[in-house]
């Protein structure tokens, strides 16, 4: 999984949802929910085709510009923890807290 910190890695990272389903987590490094979250999003990874998408992360409070940033350009509101799949450059999914498990990423790639 990538981190992402600057506004040039995450204009990267939307550009290849052109060839593949990227899967972006906005995760806060202080919150349990965002813990539970990124486990989640962690045994989702380990038990998928690593190949067969993008992952990565941007933590909000280091990188909050980029945070906001994204936010922002995608025209969704800021919440933390928020997982985003993007495919060709539209934002296919989003969920966020508690509802971001292993299980409902899998139905939203299915």
Same mark, same amino acid.
């Given at each position: ?6 506004? &040039? !890695? ?5 550009? &290849? +949802? ?6 972006? @987590?906005? =995760? ?5 929910? +965002?813990? !539970?979250?990124?486990?989640?999003? &962690? +045994? $989702? ?9 993008? $992952? ?10 980029? +945070?906001?940033?994204?936010? !922002?350009?995608?025209?969704?509101? =800021?919440?933390?923890?928020? @997982? $985003?799949?993007?495919?060709?450059? &539209? ?14 990423? !899998?139905?939203? @790639?299915?």
């Amino acid at each position: 999984m990538k981190e992402i910190t600057t506004d &040039q !890695e995450w204009h990267d990272l939307f550009k &290849q +949802s052109d060839d593949g389903p990227v899967l972006l @987590l906005k =995760h806060s490094t202080t919150c349990p929910i +965002s813990a !539970e979250a990124y486990d989640e999003f &962690q +045994s $989702f990874i380990n038990s998928s085709n690593e190949n067969a998408h993008t $992952f990565a992360m941007v933590k909000v409070i280091e990188s909050r510009p980029v +945070s906001n940033l994204i936010s !922002e350009e995608l025209g969704v509101k =800021h919440e933390s923890p928020q @997982l $985003f799949i993007l495919d060709k450059k &539209q934002v296919k999914w989003v969920d966020s807290h508690f509802s971001i498990t292993k299980k409902k990423i !899998e139905k939203a @790639l299915a």
